[in-house]
């Protein structure tokens, strides 16, 4: 994925992850309860993430349908990797270093890296 997706754009980018094909209203009325958009905001970011070729719309009469053509995972994992480049020299460890510096890693989130680790040493 080369064009990097907005905050605005990543709104809907995760209500259409959640629920695809859906109408530009279908968007609209998911994404409400966050932010206080109209339905031409909507269509507006709708069709920038088309011009990124992040989705795709299908005629559906007089409606189109949009579909996500990226994965949420995907998505994550180049947008993680874009972080991690360009804030810690491509390096993880840093990374961890910084949030455990910052009191934001939980004992779940430990006990979950550890048992990440465990499994990459196996």
């Known amino acids: 994925m080369s064009e990097k997706i907005s905050e605005a754009e990543l709104v809907v980018m995760e209500a259409l992850w959640e629920q695809a094909p859906a109408t530009a209203n279908d968007v ?3 994404v409400t309860a966050e932010r206080d958009w109209s ?3 909507v269509k507006t970011l709708l069709s920038r993430l088309m011009a990124k070729e992040v989705i795709a719309a299908d005629q559906d009469g007089r409606r189109f349908l949009y579909r996500p ?11 993680s990797g874009r972080l991690v480049n360009r804030l810690f020299g491509g390096r993880i460890s840093p990374l961890v270093a910084q949030l455990a510096s910052q009191d934001q890693l939980s004992a779940d989130d430990i006990a979950e890296l550890e ?8």
């Open 28 to 30: 609209a009325d998911r």
């Open 39 to 41: 339905l031409q905001t």
């Open 69 to 79: 053509l990226v994965a949420r995972e995907d998505y994550v994992a180049s947008e």
């Open 115 to 122: 048992e990440i680790l465990k499994g990459l040493k196996s």
